[in-house]
């Protein structure tokens, strides 16, 4: 693995691409893996995952061609690592900041003999952990986000080794965005502290 800077992760996801005409039923899905329930104070780990879904599959020989996207988070407050784990051989892992990763990417070159193809669909494109505040409980929503600058969140060969490919912002095809949503509660020494607290309020009003 080869970490990169994201403006070449740019210029690299630009040039590949000879545009192939997507079919209406072409489907790209990005979601998160995550656990349902977490507790205050808690730090655990997330997946990003992408899938291209369609007849364009059997055009040739379908293989990922790179992603580009922000990791946001909201509803409570959170802190991320930096991400690991890329499912791709050149990768930028972004800046962690304000509950966010901002400008993550990475993508593979099909004509390079020294990356292994990934041929995986869906594929991991990383992983990161993420620390839940101190003070909060509630519900928790991660969701990975469009760079402002860019149109497209993922793109894919379609017939290796050729360079035709199809990205998720071109005419006829769809893109699914599926954030996770993590319900966070209280630990169980904080739960004791509430319950008496309310024991405590209730009898004095008696």
Known sequence: MHRIRTTVIVAALTIPFVA???????????WIEAPAEVMVGDTFTISVWTSLHGSVLHQGNVAFAGFQLHLTSSGIQVEFSEP????????????PADGSVFNIGGYQWWHTPW???????????????????????GTLSIEPTLWASLPWMTGWYLD????????????????????ATIRVI?????????AFGSFAFACCRR
Do not use: C, K
């Not at 290796?160 to 954030?179: H, Y």
């Not at 020494?189 to 509430?194: E, G, K, N, T």
């Open 20 to 30: 192939s005409t997507a079919t209406a039923d072409t489907v790209f899905h990005t």
């Open 84 to 95: 690991f784990d890329f499912g791709v051989p050149e990768y930028d892992v972004g800046t």
């Open 160 to 179: 290796v080794p050729n360079s035709q490919g199809i990205r998720d912002d071109d005419p006829g095809s769809t893109r699914i965005i599926t954030p």
């Open 186 to 194: 209280p630990t169980p020494a904080s739960a004791m502290v509430l």
């Open 115 to 137: 990356n292994e193809l990934n041929w995986e669909n869906p594929i991991r494109l990383f992983s990161a952990n993420v620390l839940v505040g101190a003070a909060q409980s």
